[in-house]
């Protein structure tokens, strides 16, 4: 598949689209569904009126993260192969570092698609299995990733979280993942954003890449995409 063009400035890309998708559904309220919103920071959407669900799995960390926020308009935390979820229900769904993490994470995906409305918007940000960083992180052990986690990340981050990382979880996996739904993909960026990335993080990253002679690149760790489910009622059923 050809390489997709990202066309609009990281860090913004997500409002930016947001906003587009309003514009063209001629101002009405966008309804939102954060999943994975442990990890989420609330979005900056001014003069669009939203309504804004998160979902994420239970856990004592998560609960306490998703309990402390005031951006929601309601929540939900369970499994989430089965955390309740409309048809049809959603204008656009942000995915931020779930898919890595959770079991069965075609399935979640499809889950979530289902709750997406024709024409809506699929907003992914994850950590690229294909990538060196993906790679040290899915092979540490446990109780090494627990010992390192509070050295690394910022106080409240919630974690440390199980590593899964099954085949979905990389660019060419997302891709194909598309190829088969009949999903369209108008964004697809890369970025390094982990948080192990310090001095020693990052050597061991490099260190990586360089012994599988570049096939796990150290350029990125993290993978953002913009995915649309299309209006055309030709297009596979998902």
Known sequence: ???????????????????????????????????????????????IE?????????????????????????????????????????????????LERIQHAELVLDRLLQALRPGGLLLVRMRDRGAAYGFCDRVLPAWLRGALWRRLVADGTPGPLPAVYEPLTSRDGMHAFCLTRGLMMSDDEGATTG????????????????????????????????????????????
């Open 195 to 238: 948080p192990a990335m310090g001095r020693i993080g990052s050597l061991a990253v490099a260190l990586v890449s360089r012994l599988s002679r570049g096939r796990l690149p150290s350029s990125h760790d993290e993978v953002t995409m913009v995915i649309r489910r299309p209006q055309n009622h030709f297009a596979r059923l998902i």
């Open 1 to 47: 598949m050809s390489e997709v063009r990202a066309v609009a400035q990281r860090g913004d890309l997500f409002g930016q689209r947001i906003r587009e998708q309003w514009t063209e559904q001629l101002g009405r309220r966008l309804d939102i569904l954060l999943a994975g919103c442990a990890h989420d920071v609330p979005l900056t959407l001014e003069r």
């Open 50 to 98: 939203t309504r804004v669900t998160g979902v994420d799995e239970d856990r004592p960390a998560i609960r306490a993260r998703v309990e402390s926020r005031d951006d929601l308009d309601s929540w939900a935390l369970g499994d989430m192969r089965s955390v309740p979820l409309a048809p049809r229900s959603f204008d656009v769904i942000q995915v931020t570092f779930l």
